[in-house]
Structure formats: C-alpha cells, structure tokens
C-alpha cells in the first residue's frame, strides 16, 4: 500500500507541475518551457533500461568497471549533438526529429525512422516496465502483473495529460528516483560489511573490480577488431557512433531538448551527461559493494 501511495503521489506531483496540455502543437512541444535540469534528468531516464538496473550491476560484480569507457563515447556523441545537430534542427523549425528527416531526406525516411522509432520503444519499454514490476513483486509482494498495470497507467495519465510536458517531468522524476534508490541500496551493501563502504572499495579495488581502462585487446589484435567491444578503442568507437544514432532519431530523447526556450536544451543535454554519469556510478557501485559483501560473507 506504500508503495502504491508513493507512486500515485509523484503521479500527482508531475501532474500538477505539467499542468494540461492545450491543444496538439502544445501537446507535442511543451511550450517550451522545460528547466536544463529536467531535459537533463528526463534525457537519462529515456536511456536507461532494464540493462541499466540490473545488467551494469551484474557486469561491475562479474568483472570490473569497464563499461564506462562505453560511457565516454557516449558522452562525446551527446555534446555533438547538443553543439551540431540540435541547432540545425531548431533552425528549420521542425516539431519533431522525423519532420526535420522529411524536410532533408523525404518522407520515406519520416516513415521508416518513426516506425524504427515506435517499434524500438515498444520493445525497450516493455522490457524495462517487466523489469521494475518484477523488482517490486518481490521487494513490496502482490502479482508483476498488478505493477506493470499500475506503472503503465501512471505513464499513459501524465502523457495523456500533460503531453510533451508530462513526459519531460515524468522522466525526470524518473531518472531522480534511479539516482537515489540505487545509491541507498548501494550504501546499504557497503554499510551491512563488517569494516563500512571503504572497506568495499578497498577489497574490490585489490580485486581490480574497479578498473575501467584496457588498451590492449585480448586474444590479439586481429582477433579483437572482429570480437574485442571492451577494449578502449572499440569501446569509444562504439559509444559515439551508436549513441549518435540512437540519440538523433530518438523522439523520447530529443523532443524536450528540441523545444526547450533559448539554450536551455543545449544545457540539457551536456548535463545529461553528468546525469547519465551519476546513474551509472551508483549501479556499478552497488555491484562492486554487493561483490565485496558476498566475497567476505
């Protein structure tokens, strides 16, 4: 019932701080007036996923700290955008990214992005809604079903209410509850160790759990350019160009940023990296804590 009561409170709080979207060009821009804080928060939140949550735990307690070198091309491609892209967008005065596509490519490539666009966000969505009402199944108890249909339902009221401004400040919301529930259960890993967090850091650092570089490829350099995605190069490589891609036609990502007054979606997304960055700290951190937990237990 907690549970249950904090959600519909925060559904309230987005609600009533979007306010009611009037009339379809302001339901698809917002009116523009979205803070760099929340284009920030809400552009984080639309990248994470269940492999967020669980996936980069999991990778920090099996191995080590190497996929923020994934994150550093990452970040790079989200200043390109916000430096290159996003002002060619606003120029031409697009309301969305797939209208920018038709005006520079045609209509076939509206069509086909928009349709990659939904198609993805069906899946990702899905997955992602799966993951959090399995987690609460078996933290707070009742059926996964009873959860997906509560979370989808908050989800659908504050889009269907505030459209692009009910989205922004969900995501936002979104993205703070991650940041602080992932940094409390990591403090209470590192508490719960006999000698406290330090001693986590100390045992998984000599463990070389927190190591996040690797030059060198495994297994030679051929082999690598064919296989190796963790070693540096490759792991840049891929993190500029695939987040590029991803961001660009990404309507959740880039629709705040894109309507945001003045240079506040720019703002936004460069803060969305350290956002981003904060999100992925505390979820590698709780994996290595949870390692140093059973390694000494």
């Known amino acids: 019932m907690l549970a249950c009561a904090l959600a519909l409170a925060g559904l309230a709080l987005v609600l009533r701080r979007a306010g009611p979207s009037r009339g379809e060009r302001d339901f698809l821009t917002g009116g523009g007036a979205f803070p760099p804080w929340a ?19 999991a990778a920090a307690y099996r191995e080590d700290w190497r996929y923020l070198q994934f994150f550093a091309g990452s970040a790079a491609a989200r200043v390109l955008v916000a430096l290159w892209l996003l002002p060619s967008m606003r120029a031409d005065g697009a309301v969305t990214a797939y209208a920018w596509l038709e005006g520079r490519y045609g209509r076939g490539a509206r069509r086909w992005a928009a349709g990659a666009f939904v198609s993805a966000r069906v899946v990702m969505s899905a997955v992602r809604l799966m993951a959090a009402a399995a987690a609460l199944s078996v933290v707070v108890g009742a059926p996964p079903v009873v959860w997906i249909a509560l979370l989808a339902a908050c989800s659908a009221v504050a889009a269907a209410w505030g459209g692009l401004r009910g989205a922004v400040y969900l995501g936002a919301a979104q993205a703070a509850f991650l940041i602080l529930g992932g940094a409390g259960l990591a403090l209470y890993a590192g508490l719960v160790l006999e000698g406290g967090p330090f001693e986590a ?14 030059w060198w490829p495994e297994g030679g350099l051929f082999k690598a350019l064919l296989f190796d995605r963790v070693w540096a190069p490759a792991a840049l490589a891929g993190g500029l160009v695939g987040s590029m891609a991803a961001f660009a036609g990404d309507q959740d990502m880039m629709q705040g940023a894109l309507h945001a007054r003045g240079d506040a979606g720019r ?13 992925l700290l505390v979820y590698l951190g709780l994996g290595s804590a949870l390692w140093a937990y059973y390694d000494h237990n």
Do not use: C, N
Not at 41 to 48: C, I, P, V
Not at 201 to 214: M, P
């Open 201 to 214: 850091l100390r045992a998984a650092d000599t463990a070389h759990k927190l190591a996040v570089w690797r």
């Open 267 to 279: 703002r936004g997304l460069i803060g969305s990296v350290f956002a981003a960055l904060a999100l």
């Open 39 to 57: 284009v920030a928060l809400a552009f984080a939140a639309s990248e994470a996923s269940a492999m967020t949550v669980l996936g980069v735990p």
